[in-house]
C-alpha cells in the first residue's frame, strides 16, 4: 500500500514515514497543501495523512481538492490535528476526511488506525475486482441475451406468421420465452401450426424448442404430416435434450380445400375450434405425453381428425394463459377465456381475449410464459391458394422420366409424396408449378393407399365423427398391411402440341367400378379429393380396372381456375403401361426412396 504524508514538519514526516516502512508500506511525502495535490495526481496512493495545519491552501482545503480529484475511487485520509475542538474535529470531516490522530502522535494508537485503513483498502480493492468482473460478465451475458434475443426473434417472426390468416402474441416472463409458435404451409397449401411451451423459464426454456424448430420448417417445406413431424421432433429431443428436460407441443394441420383439421396434443391446453356464433363445436385435449421423455419406439404418432364446413377460428394457446394470476391469486382459468370467446365478435376475439386476460392480471407481472395463437378459417374447398405461377416453356428438358416402386413396408412407415417433393422441386421444369404438382401427386397417391391397398369406403367421411372413425380405421388397416405395391411414374411429355408433366399412379389392388369413377363430385365432405385433381389438371385418365390413373399437368400455365370441369376417360388398357420403369432413361427409386432423414437434413441443409 502506497501512502502520502502530507506535513510542513520535518520531524513529523520523519515519525508517520518510520512508522508506515514498519508497517511494509510504502510512504512518499508532501510539504504543503499544493504539494499534496500534485503528488496524488502522479501518483495516486492508496491512503493519505494529512496534516491540517500547513501554510498555503492548508490541509482542510487540500482534502476537498483531493476528494474532488478521486471522484468515485475510495481513498481513505486520516486528519493530523493539533486542534482537538469538536466543531474543528467536525469540519475536517466535513472536508473529507475518514478519521483523525491528535499530536502529538501516540505510535501504538498510530499504527492500529493504519492497520483498520490497511483492512478497508483491501476490501475496496476486493470490491472493486469483483465489480470489474461483475461487469465484464454483465456485458457478456446482454451480448448474449442479445443474440439469443435476434435468434428468437428470427424464429418467432418468421414469414410464415405473416399469413393474414392468423393472429398471435407472447408474453415472456423473462428476457426469454419458453412458449414458442410457428406456422408455414405446405407444398399442397396444408396450414401448419406449431405450439411448444419448453420446460422452465428463460433461455433454457427457449433453447429446448431450437430442435423443433427447425424441424418443423424443413418437413412442412417438404409436405410431411404433423404426425410424422412430431415422430422426428421427439427423436431429436430425446437424442439432444438432457435427461428431464422436455416440451410440451401442439401440432395443427389445417386442409382449407377439404375442410379438415389434424391435430396432435402433447401436455398443451386444449386447442379450441370456435363458430361465428362463439360455440366451442370442437376441442382437442392432450392425449400425448410432451416431447423428450418417450423414446422413439415408444412415441405415438396417431392425430385426431375433425371436419369443418363453415367460417370459424382456431385457438391455441399455452398453459401460460390459463394459470395467470391476478393480484388475489385467482386464475385466469379455461372458463373464462372460453366464455370470453363466445361472447365476442368474431372479428374482434382475439383482441377480446388478451384484453380480458390483461384486465384480469392488472399490473401483476406474469410468473409463466403466454402465448396465443388465432387462426381464421374459411369456408372449405372454396379456392385453392397459392398455386404455381406460369413457366417459360422453353425451360426445362423434354421427356424428363422418374419412375418409383413402394412395397408395403415402406408404404407403413414412409410418407410417400414428402420423399419425391424433395427431388421434384429441384427439377427447372417442374419447379415453378411444384405446389401443383404436390396436391396432384398428394391425392392420387392417398386413394391409391387408402381405397386401392386398405380397401376403406370415403362415405365414412360425411361428418366430423365420421372422419374420426376413418381416421382410426384407416391407422388400423395401415398397421396390418402385409402386401401391396404403389408405382409412380413422372414423365413430361407432348400432348395436343402442349408440353405436360404426365403423372401416373398405379397400385395392386382390386380398381374400382367405373360409374364410381365417373360420377359427378358429391356435395358432402368426401370427394373432394378427385374433384381437385380434375380442377388442377388438363386431362385425367383412369385406365384398366380403376387402380392406374394418369393425370396430365400443363407446364407453362397457371392452374385450372376452380369449377373448371375436365373430361374422365376410361380405358381398357394403358397406352403407356404406368407399371414399366423407363429403362435406363429414368431414374429408378426402391425401398425408402433415400429416406426421411436424408430429405430432411437435405432441406435444413438448403
Given amino acids: 500500500m502506497t501512502v502520502l504524508v502530507v506535513d510542513d514538519t520535518a520531524n513529523n514526516v520523519a515519525i508517520a514515514s518510520q512508522v508506515v516502512k514498519r508497517l511494509g508500506h510504502r510512504p512518499i511525502v508532501a510539504r504543503s497543501g499544493e504539494e499534496a495535490l500534485e503528488v496524488f495526481l502522479a501518483e495516486a496512493p492508496d491512503m493519505i495523512l494529512m496534516d491540517v495545519m500547513m501554510p498555503g491552501i492548508g490541509g482542510l482545503e487540500a482534502t476537498r481538492r483531493i476528494r474532488e480529484a478521486a471522484g468515485a475511487r475510495w481513498l481513505p485520509i486520516l486528519m493530523v490535528t493539533a486542534l482537538t475542538r469538536e466543531d474543528e474535529v467536525l469540519e475536517g470531516l466535513r472536508a473529507g476526511a475518514d478519521d483523525y490522530l491528535t499530536k502529538p502522535l501516540s505510535l501504538p494508537v ?80 396444408c396450414h401448419h401450426l406449431m405450439l411448444s411451451d419448453g420446460m422452465g423459464h ?8 431450437l430442435p423443433q424448430f427447425d424441424t418443423f420448417y424443413a418437413m412442412t417445406e417438404l409436405g410431411y404430416g404433423i404426425g410424422r413431424i412430431a415422430e422426428v421432433m421427439n ?14 407441443l401442439t401440432l395443427v394441420s389445417i386442409n382449407p380445400v377439404m375442410g379438415t383439421i389434424d391435430v396432435w396434443n402433447g401436455g398443451n391446453p386444449a386447442p379450441c375450434l370456435v363458430d361465428a356464433s362463439g360455440k366451442i363445436v370442437k376441442s382437442w385435449k392432450s392425449r400425448h405425453v410432451p416431447l423428450g421423455l418417450l423414446p422413439p419406439e415408444e412415441f405415438s404418432r396417431e392425430l385426431e381428425t375433425c371436419a369443418y364446413e363453415k367460417d370459424c377460428q382456431l385457438f391455441l394457446w399455452s398453459d401460460g ?22 361472447a365476442a365478435d368474431p372479428l374482434q376475439r382475439f383482441d377480446a381475449l388478451l384484453d380480458a386476460l390483461d384486465s384480469h392480471c392488472a399490473s401483476k407481472k406474469p410468473v409463466d410464459d403466454i402465448a396465443v395463437l388465432m387462426v381464421t378459417l ?35 412407415t414412409l410418407d410417400v409424396v414428402p420423399t419425391l417433393f424433395g427431388v421434384i422441386e429441384h427439377i427447372a421444369a417442374i419447379r415453378e408449378q411444384a405446389g ?36 382410426a380405421r384407416r391407422q388400423n388397416a395401415l398397421r396390418e398391411l402385409r402386401a401391396g405395391f404403389i408405382d409412380i411414374d413422372l414423365e413430361i411429355v407432348r400432348r395436343d402440341a402442349r408440353r405436360m408433366l404426365k403423372i401416373s399412379v398405379c397400385d395392386s389392388g382390386p380398381g374400382f367400378a367405373p360409374a364410381i369413377l365417373s360420377r359427378a363430385p358429391e356435395a358432402g365432405l368426401h370427394g373432394r379429393g ?45 397406352e403407356d403401361p404406368v407399371t414399366s420403369h423407363g429403362g435406363d432413361s429414368g431414374i429408378r427409386r426402391s425401398g425408402n426412396a433415400g429416406g426421411v432423414e436424408q430429405v430432411l437434413s437435405t432441406a435444413v441443409k438448403r
Fill in 110 to 189: 498510530f499504527q492500529a488506525k493504519i492497520q483498520v485503513f490497511q483492512r478497508i483498502v483491501a476490501l475496496q480493492q476486493t470490491l472493486a475486482r469483483q465489480a470489474s468482473e461483475l461487469s465484464t460478465y454483465y456485458r457478456q451475458a446482454e451480448e448474449e441475451r442479445r443474440l439469443g434475443a435476434q435468434l428468437m426473434e428470427y424464429m418467432v417472426n418468421r414469414d410464415g406468421l405473416g399469413d393474414p390468416a392468423l393472429r398471435h402474441r407472447i408474453v415472456p416472463a423473462w428476457h426469454f420465452s419458453g412458449d414458442l409458435i410457428a406456422a408455414a404451409r405446405t407444398p399442397g397449401k
Fill in 202 to 209: 428463460g433461455l433454457p426454456a427457449a433453447m429446448a424448442t
Fill in 235 to 248: 427423436s431429436r429431443m430425446h437424442a439432444m435434450m438432457p435427461r428431464g428436460r422436455f416440451a410440451a
Fill in 321 to 342: 394463459l390459463t394459470e395467470a394470476e391476478n393480484a388475489e391469486g385467482e386464475q385466469f382459468g379455461i372458463e373464462r377465456a372460453q366464455a370470453r370467446l363466445a
Fill in 378 to 412: 374459411g369456408a372449405p374447398g372454396a379456392s385453392v391458394p397459392g398455386l404455381a405461377q406460369a413457366l417459360d416453356p422453353e425451360s426445362g428438358s423434354q421427356g424428363l422420366r422418374m419412375s418409383y416402386h413402394f412395397e408395403a413396408p415402406e408404404l407403413k
Fill in 436 to 471: 401443383q404438382v404436390f396436391l396432384i401427386l398428394s391425392e392420387l397417391v392417398t386413394n391409391a393407399l387408402d381405397h386401392g391397398l386398405l380397401g376403406l369406403d370415403s362415405s365414412l367421411k360425411t361428418s366430423s365423427d365420421g372422419f374420426a372413425t376413418y381416421a
Fill in 530 to 574: 378427385l374433384d381437385l385433381v380434375r380442377r388442377l389438371s388438363r386431362d385425367v385418365e383412369f385406365l384398366g380396372a380403376g387402380n392406374a390413373v394418369v393425370a396430365y399437368c400443363e407446364l407453362g400455365v397457371p392452374a385450372h381456375a376452380p369449377g373448371s370441369s375436365k373430361a374422365i376417360h376410361l380405358q381398357d388398357r394403358p
